[in-house]
């Protein structure tokens, strides 16, 4: 559940050590690239990400360049927006320009969508979700991983980048904000004459 943004190159690389890498509800926004991997990597299990608005001409969302990688990989539930342009996809040799053919031509990225995820004001780095996003509610667990997390690391994935607990609502919310909904005003005290 991390927040990357303004970056002039890469967003997320993974690729030093290599192995198996779990990406999940991060929110990548006006970076250079997306997530990019590297030659070392086995594998990547991608779920709940935002990548929006990648500022390079040419560059990618998401790149996974080995094809071999690629088939050991997995992706779920991702976001994708670019205000000008197409969103650009390489996985493991072919490039794709929508969502759908990516889904299509790599069975990978099933629940992925491009919808602009509707931050708060992203001129300001404010990247929390406002409420009308379709990031709401619409990511999928990651138990599995907070399982390997807490093994190896001993911290945990069930809290967004302000220390919300995941999932708030009825289900996880896709990128590093997790909506909390602003409870009802109370009610005025009503006198009746």
């Known amino acids: 559940g991390n927040l990357f943004y303004n970056i002039a190159e890469r967003g997320i690389y993974l690729d030093r050590g290599g192995g198996t890498f779990y990406v999940a509800n991060n929110t990548v926004a006006s970076c250079g690239e ?3 991997s590297g030659g070392t990597v086995t594998a990547i299990h991608l779920k709940n990400n935002i990548i929006t608005d990648i500022s390079v001409v040419g560059g990618y969302h998401l790149e996974i360049a080995n094809s071999t990688v690629a088939a050991a990989s997995t992706a779920t539930n991702l976001m994708f927006y670019q205000t000008s342009g197409s969103v650009r996809i390489h996985w493991g040799g ?4 929508t969502v759908p053919s990516w889904i299509s031509g790599s069975l990978k990225g099933q629940g992925s969508v ?3 995820p509707n931050f708060v004001n992203p001129g300001a ?3 929390h979700l406002t409420a009308g996003s379709l990031a709401i ?3 999928v667990s990651v138990s599995e991983f907070e399982t390997i997390l807490q093994s190896r690391f ?3 994935l069930l809290r967004d980048f302000d220390g919300d607990v995941r999932p708030a609502i009825a289900a996880w919310d896709i990128g590093a904000d997790e909506f909390i ?3 009802p005003a109370p009610p005025q005290n009503l006198r009746i004459v």
């Open 181 to 183: 909904p602003t409870p």
């Open 125 to 127: 780095a404010n990247y």
């Open 137 to 139: 509610d619409t990511g």
């Open 114 to 116: 491009t919808q602009n």
């Open 34 to 36: 997306g997530i990019i």
């Open 94 to 97: 072919p490039s794709y320009t």
């Open 154 to 156: 001993g911290t945990s």
